[in-house]
């Protein structure tokens, strides 16, 4: 039986660098959790005058950015916290996740100044003049409409580009956000020399030269074939000129980066062996945290966007959800559904109806019965993605809803609930929404097994309508921060592929020792009655008849 063990008294030390905060978990060689640590960027960097980790341009409507700066100056603060807690000597791999999409601009002639660190000075004194566009378009943006439009109308269509990709153009996709700089920056572009996703750029810190985007990561692009794993010539095309040369080429996720940086031996006093393993967004590294490995399992991400994703061996890309590489299996696939308005948008309805009061808002949502007496709300702070609505929000009760039938049931739009009714309708307007199109994008329903992460999953009432509207058990894990287990689980998985000079599947890891690791998951709520769950079915078909009219009349596509 081939030996899968790590060597004693070793460490894994796994990242995320997300929208607000930079988190690590460190894992022993039995995939324990024995430190964890967080940089939260307003109130740890207030310098940067962040909101929420980012910058809204007033100027240009949709516009999302955040200082690349920041995110520096997160990992030497980081750094400096996890010294006092960890022995950097025992770390053999580092690995990690950035918030998808994100992109990085390097000035021509940082692979210089990156591959020669001063090993007394942080980085963020030596990096100040390394990048051509000092702020990072992210996830959150949306002011590439006219982007997309023109790289689908140049690939055939969405959905050609979608079945190419994985994915139809999306305004927070790094291709169109690329081609909007190309086109707005021109001079910025041409003093680029590499464009990185925040994953690769975290990595290429830590290797001190210009880390490969990896597979997974890079479909979130709008540029990556899925199938072949390989940039696609027609959307290179379609989005700028000499853009492959900016890129470098995509590596697998499980793939050695690079011995980790003299600066980190010097500074840090990290082995000079230590291997940095690829990192990979956030959403992929959650995939791994939570050991997701079976087609018919679901996972569900609570966290400043909210996401669906699973698995599966035979992707069908359409008009709406997304298609990558599995992050954890060379021939696999990841699908997923992502919602801009996730906690921060939670948060505003818990400031407004509920004093600001996570215990309030709990009450609220216990006091009220499920299917909130026929009350429906979109709830949209920011421009949404799923579905394509800008700004807003929209009430509905529903006359005569019994939670029988359709047929008869008309809605009345209204200005606004009663505080606890606002509660409850935030929570089950996303899950029902999560839920219907989760089923219409081919995910199981009801799930094998449900898993739940992200900040809000610490929540049992939250979890409660989450396992009452999709029918089946919820589980969760030790550490709700799941892409940073992920980024670490990730580093032990791609040492022990180094180790075996191959690809070792993923799950060998951790087999047959699950539920003596961190990686084991709980059951934190039970599934709901299965008449409640076919009210909600009830529920959830009137809503998307009304989220379907809202996109005619309102959509910005």
């Not at 309805?349 to 996570?358: L, M, N, P, V």
């Not at 921060?481 to 791609?494: F, K, N």
């Amino acid at each position: 039986m081939a030996d899968y063990s790590f060597p004693q008294d070793s460490l894994f030390l796994g990242f995320d660098s997300s929208t607000q905060s930079l988190k690590a978990t460190v894992l022993d060689s039995n995939l324990h959790i024995v430190a964890t640590e967080l940089v939260n960027f307003d109130s740890d960097l207030p310098h940067y005058k962040t909101k929420d980790g980012v910058y809204r341009d007033a100027s240009i409507n949709g516009r999302i950015v955040s200082p690349t700066l920041m995110w520096i100056e997160a990992l030497d603060k980081m750094l400096q916290k996890l010294s006092s807690k960890i022995d950097f000597g025992k770390v053999v791999g580092v690995s990690g996740s950035g918030q998808q999409h994100g992109s990085v601009y390097w000035k021509k002639g940082s692979s210089v100044i990156l591959s020669s660190l001063n090993s007394q000075k942080p980085l963020v004194e030596q990096l100040g003049e390394a990048f051509s566009i000092k702020e990072s378009p992210i996830w959150m943006d949306s002011s590439t409409t006219e982007q997309c439009k023109k790289i689908e109308e140049a690939l055939g269509g969405p959905l050609e580009l979608s079945r190419l990709t994985g994915s139809r153009a999306h305004e927070r996709f790094t291709g169109p956000q690329i081609r909007r700089i190309f086109e707005t920056q021109p001079d910025a572009y041409k003093n680029t020399e590499r464009i990185s996703l925040v994953s690769s750029f975290m990595a290429s810190l830590f290797v001190g030269c210009y880390a490969c985007i990896d597979e997974t990561d890079g479909a979130g692009m709008n540029l990556l074939d899925i199938k072949q794993r390989t940039w696609s010539k027609k959307a290179l095309d379609a989005t700028a000129s000499n853009l492959e040369e900016k890129l470098g080429k995509p590596a697998p996720a499980y793939a050695v980066a690079g011995f980790i940086a003299p600066y980190f031996v010097e500074r840090f006093h990290f082995s000079k062996n230590c291997l940095v393993i690829q990192w990979s967004g956030d959403n992929p590294n959650s995939l791994a945290g939570l050991t997701l490995n079976t087609p018919g399992d679901l996972a569900i991400s609570l966290g400043t966007s909210d996401t669906v994703f699973g698995i599966t061996n035979d992707p069908q890309p359409r008009l709406e959800g997304h298609v990558f590489p599995n992050p954890v299996d060379t021939k696999g696939y990841m699908v997923m559904l992502c919602y801009k308005n996730g906690s921060l948008t939670r948060e505003d309805i818990r400031d407004q109806y509920a004093e600001k009061s996570w215990d309030i808002f709990n009450k609220y949502l216990q006091q009220t019965p499920p299917l909130n007496d026929g009350k429906l709300g979109f709830y949209y702070k920011e421009h949404e993605i799923l579905p394509p609505l800008p700004v807003g929000f929209h009430r509905y009760v529903l006359q005569n809803f019994t939670g029988d039938i359709v047929d008869g049931m008309a809605e009345q739009e209204v200005n606004e609930f009663d505080a606890a009714s606002e509660v409850r309708a935030v929570i089950e307007g996303q899950i029902l929404s999560m839920r219907a199109h989760a089923e219409r994008f081919g995910m199981p329903f009801p799930p094998r097994r449900l898993i739940a992460t992200g900040g809000a999953s610490s929540n049992e009432c939250i979890l409660g309508s989450v396992a009452s509207i999709f029918g089946c058990d919820v589980y969760t894990v030790q550490r709700s921060d799941s892409a940073s287990l992920g980024g670490a689980l990730r580093a032990a998985h791609g040492w022990i592929c180094n180790a075996k000079g191959s690809f070792v599947p993923f799950e060998c890891i951790y087999k047959d020792k699950l539920e003596k690791t961190s990686l084991n998951c709980k059951l934190s709520a039970k599934a709901g009655d299965p008449t409640l769950v076919s009210k909600y079915a009830i529920m959830m078909n009137k809503r998307m008849e009304i989220e379907t009219r809202l996109v005619e009349r309102y959509g910005r596509w």
